[in-house]
């Protein structure tokens, strides 16, 4: 179950990066779920990790590989986080890095490892070794789809986004890959993320770029409240196309906002158990962390959520998150509520122009925006957001079995 087609529409190449996606059987033979990237030896990278204090082993070493030299490959499996897994899980994703570095004759710390999937079970390191060998043969510039696929893990569908512009006469391409469907809850990106471009960008610009659009981006969904071990999301300018480009380049960031927000939007969309997309629009609030705080209230509201699975306009359910939110000194005289543009409540009461109908009209559609307007300030935010359903219980009932 999603919301909407997920077309993926035309994937570019990244000039200087490949990539491969081969199955190494980690829970069901024959699956794709084993990714390499080739990142050339040029290549600036920047990442962003999980804030949870029990993070996974492949992200404490990404970390650490990352401080000490520019990375070359990236290695991701599925099936299994290799989280809660002690010293052996950071011996284990030593290894699988270790074998890349020895069939490619680098260093170990320039290849970075991430795992997606059951927490607590140690990694089949051997199932992803024995395979390393034939993803390496099978590095290509053009097989987006497979390695979308090859990442997935409760997804229903892949999640992929690319645009090219055109600066100073030449053609710049942003091409990216994401994975998640629950526990998802923003602090840095409850998922993974691959980005690329083969724009010339330093690394600490590039760092700078990566803050910036995850800000506005992943760091704005949620579909569960819950946030993961193992949340990595990457950057990558492979530098190929020779475009110098700095975080001053509104183009470009705009561009890199674009393939960012349409992942973002495709987690989302494809949420566990998912049958609504829902924008949540905080208007008129006094600083930008009360409009975040109000909106994620609405979002994460389990009674908001599954009235919107049952299209059930119950705006009160609404109204007592927005009244729960915590908004000092909140003035709800001066409060609005729109389901669309549908004004439901105004003046501290339902809108005298509210009607249950045109409410229901709303709450049957698949794409719902909540705006809620605060009339004490110039801030606004947005997030995304999904409903909560019951194959939401029994996905998630039934994940390990």
Not at 168 to 185: E, H, L, Q, S, Y
Not at 293 to 322: C, H, M, Q
Request: charged content about 20%; hydrophobic content about 45%; overall charge negative.
């Amino acid at each position: 179950m999603a919301v909407g087609k997920g077309d993926l529409g035309v994937l570019h190449p990244v000039p200087g990066i490949t990539m491969a996606a081969v199955s190494a059987g980690i829970k069901k033979l024959g699956r794709l779920d084993c990714v390499v990237f080739s990142l050339g030896d040029s290549a600036s990278v920047a990442g962003s990790f999980t804030r949870n204090a029990f993070c996974a082993a492949p992200v404490n070493l990404c970390r650490q590989h990352l401080a000490i030299t520019s990375p070359h490959y990236f290695v991701i499996n599925t099936g299994n986080a290799n989280a809660g897994t002690g010293n052996a899980g950071m011996e284990n994703a030593r290894r699988v890095c270790l074998e890349v570095a020895e069939l490619k004759s680098l260093p170990i710390n320039s290849i970075l490892p991430f795992s997606t999937g059951v927490i607590g079970e140690q990694l089949p390191v051997e199932k992803i070794t024995d395979v390393l060998p034939e993803a390496l043969a099978q590095l290509q510039e053009d097989n987006w789809t497979d390695c979308a696929k090859g990442i997935m893990t409760t997804d229903t569908r892949p999640k992929a986004a690319s645009v090219q512009i055109e600066i100073n006469g030449k053609t710049v391409t942003i091409t990216g890959i994401a994975k998640g469907a629950g526990m998802i809850k923003p602090n840095m990106a409850t998922m993974l993320a691959f980005v690329f471009t083969d724009a010339k960008i330093e690394s600490q610009q590039l760092q700078a770029m990566l803050d910036i659009v995850v800000n506005k981006s992943f760091n704005r969904i949620t579909v569960d409240s819950d946030t993961s071990t193992n949340d990595s999301c990457m950057l990558v300018a492979s530098g190929a196309s020779e475009v110098y480009i700095d975080e001053n380049n509104a183009e470009f960031m705009a561009a890199l906002n674009t393939v960012f927000v349409g992942l973002a939007h495709g987690l989302v969309r494809d949420a566990e158990g998912a049958t609504k997309f829902v924008t949540i629009s905080v208007e008129g609030g006094a600083n930008q962390e009360e409009c975040l705080r109000l909106a994620y209230t609405v979002a994460e509201s389990p009674l908001v959520k599954t009235a919107l699975f049952a299209s059930d306009p119950n705006w009160g359910r609404i109204l007592a998150a927005t009244g729960r939110a915590g908004i000092e000194a909140l003035d709800i005289g001066k409060v609005a509520i729109y389901l669309d543009d549908v004004c439901i409540v105004q003046d501290g009461a339902v809108a005298a122009s509210y009607t249950e109908a045109a409410g229901q009209e709303v709450m049957e559609q698949e794409e719902i925006t909540i705006r809620i307007t605060l009339g004490r300030g110039s801030y606004s935010e947005t997030v995304w957001t999904s409903d909560l359903s019951h194959e939401y219980v029994t996905i998630n009932a039934e994940y390990r079995t």
